[in-house]
């Protein structure tokens, strides 16, 4: 059974860092990928990434501010995200998929696996 674990949501001030984590109960190569939602929003994309690490792709509004990497001998998928901005609160969901393919799978549908969702709050 495929289980993934989030970690590392918090509440920081418009401006900071924080970096999220998912680790993943078996090793897998799965492209994996994060997904958000905000209170009274729908759950939206925000990255993905090939199983190798070697792609991704993100949504056009965290595009350099936003990191998507993975190290696979730790089984363990991450988000650094930088410059916060109040708009970035939301749950955060990590996510796994079995289909093969390439980075840019923005559908909910396309997901096999999710996470429980950490928290992220951004102050102003």
């Known amino acids: 059974q495929v289980q993934l674990v989030e970690s590392g949501g918090g509440l920081v001030q418009a401006g900071g860092s924080l970096r999220l984590s998912c680790t993943v109960s078996v090793r897998t190569l799965y492209f994996m990928g994060w997904f958000r939602q905000a209170p009274g929003k729908e759950r939206e994309f925000v990255a993905d990434?090939?199983?190798?690490?070697?792609?991704?792709y993100y949504k056009d509004s965290i595009k350099g501010r936003f990191t998507i990497f993975r190290d696979n001998t730790k089984n363990t998928m991450y988000l650094q995200m930088n410059s916060l901005e109040p708009a970035d609160t939301a749950t955060y969901y990590c996510?796994?998929?079995?289909?093969?393919?390439?980075?840019?799978?923005?559908?909910?549908?396309?997901?096999?696996?999710w996470g429980q969702g950490t928290q992220v709050t951004v102050s102003s």
């Open positions: 996510v796994a998929r079995r289909a093969p393919g390439s980075v840019g799978e923005t559908t909910l549908q396309s997901y096999d696996y």
């Open positions: 990434i090939s199983p190798t690490g070697r792609l991704t």
